[in-house]
């Protein structure tokens, strides 16, 4: 299972309290663990990346294991730590607003 | 018993007034959907405990919220909103041609007889249709398709479809308003747009007198008399009596004509209201006093309402959305302003209170008159 960690907005959102667990086929890449994203919570879709192009958020960025994954293709598969299950996925809202 | 519920959307987050029918205690609940802009709420005419409200973030985009019971709890509805067909491009700041692109959600306008059928005015302009309770949203290309499309510009703060009217005598016919591009009307439910901008006078734009470019900010309309119009535009308050065919300005005495809101009496439609606003670069009353101006002849003879509002160091906006007017007898009028407050008044702008204050920025500000 692979461990998710949504930005505070976006759990209201999708009224989860805690990181989310989600089924994605193997290998997981950013773009199948998005696609998981929205589909166990569709009021998500749109919020993280473009309903038709998929293209990201402008404002929200992808980290794992100390890396930010924003600016790779959404075929990158994740660290292996994160297909483990031992580091989560994080989605956040990036730092703006002064 | 009657009562009013008042739905303030603010830049961080809804609230819900309520009161009865005396209007003088007030049930302040919020914020609902805290940190999120929430440009516009709306309940149906012919179900007051649905509500649909337009929820966006700079960070997350848009995300679309319906209530069922008279905005207690609140489910995600529909938030994808895709033009029809290819986009094409409207006029950039500069004039360049810019490719259209969904920003925001405006302005939601719910069906006159059915719960389920909802409107959606959005950035960049265009018109929605939603026939499933919010579920699904689908364009009405019309509107985009008039030939005058690639002429649109933005005003300042986008090039948004902010005012949707529906023609309560006509099922078929309809007005929306677009900054910057005029006023627009259907008569065949939505598949042909004309532009209804003959009489406005712009001095901003190269042609004064063009078939669109006019920055309206906002259109009004009693429902007994949808053949008549009123308008603030960027500068000048107008009017038509031929739905839009023909504007005049009706102006007046105003001391300024700038402004953003406007809104008619539940039971006099030549009395009008709004609050003028200094300048187009200066957002604010003039001379520090928050003053709404009344017309009861449908304009060019106005009085000053100041009882009850700030008079001194009072430098506050009025978004366009920002002003409503509830179906009691005597009603009440409401708006809401940048600085947090929501000013009613229950004896048709005579004196006003305010019945919150020191809210985030309001956007937006409708009443339900609950029966």
């Known amino acids: 299972m692979i461990r998710v960690v949504l930005p505070p907005h976006l759990k209201v959102l999708a009224h989860v309290q805690d990181e989310v667990l989600l089924h994605v086929e193997d290998p997981p890449t950013i773009g199948s663990i998005l696609d998981a994203v929205e589909s166990q919570y569709p009021m998500l879709a749109g919020t993280i990346r473009d309903h038709v192009t998929h293209k990201r958020r402008p404002f929200v960025r992808f980290f794992a294991c100390e890396e930010d994954l924003s600016h790779v293709s959404s075929d990158t598969v994740v660290p292996a730590a994160v297909i483990a299950g031992k580091e989560p996925f994080l989605i956040v809202g990036a730092l703006a607003g002064g | 018993m009657s009562g009013v519920r008042v739905l303030a959307g603010t830049r961080k987050g809804a609230f819900i007034l309520t009161s009865d029918g005396a209007r003088k205690q007030w049930d302040v609940k919020g914020p609902y959907f805290g940190g999120w802009e929430m440009y516009h709420i709306k309940g149906s005419p012919v179900d007051s405990n649905r509500i649909y409200a337009s929820q966006s973030s700079g960070w997350f985009g848009q995300t679309m919220q319906r209530s069922d019971d008279g905005g207690k709890t609140w489910v995600p509805i529909g938030n994808k909103f895709v033009y029809d067909g290819v986009p094409g491009t409207h006029q950039w700041y500069d004039g360049t041609p810019h490719p259209w692109e969904f920003k925001r959600v405006w302005h939601l306008e719910p069906s006159l007889t059915d719960p389920d059928l909802v409107y959606a005015g959005v950035e960049d ?151 003028p606003i200094k300048s187009d670069s200066e957002h604010y009353p003039l001379d520090g006093a928050l003053r709404v101006y009344r017309s009861r002849t449908g304009g060019n003879e106005w009085e000053p309402l100041t009882r009850g509002l700030p008079q001194e160091n009072c430098f506050v906006n009025v978004l366009r959305d920002s002003m409503s007017i509830d179906q009691l007898d005597p009603c009440g009028i409401y708006f809401g302003t940048t600085g947090g407050q929501v000013y009613a008044s229950d004896n048709g702008g005579d004196s006003w209170t305010a019945i919150v204050h020191d809210l985030p920025p309001v956007l937006s500000v409708e009443v339900q008159t609950l029966s």
């Open chain 2, 125 to 275: 302009a265009a018109i929605f249709r939603s026939t499933d309770g919010g579920m699904t949203w689908a364009e009405m290309p019309g509107l985009r398709g008039h030939g005058s499309g690639p002429r649109w510009q933005p005003g300042a703060g986008g090039l948004c479809l902010h005012t949707i009217l529906l023609d309560p005598q006509k099922a078929q016919r309809m007005f929306i308003a677009i900054s910057a591009a005029g006023a627009f009307r259907t008569d065949d439910g939505g598949d042909t747009w004309t532009a209804i901008n003959q009489g406005l006078r712009s001095q901003y734009i190269p042609d004064p007198n063009a078939e669109v470019g006019h920055c309206v900010h906002r259109l009004a309309m009693h429902r007994s008399r949808p053949d008549t119009l009123f308008m603030q535009k960027h500068w000048d308050v107008m009017r038509t009596d031929n739905a839009g065919d023909r504007w005049t300005e009706v102006s007046g005495n105003l001391p300024t004509d700038f402004g953003f809101v406007i809104d008619v009496h539940a039971h006099e439609p030549e009395t009008i209201y709004v609050v």
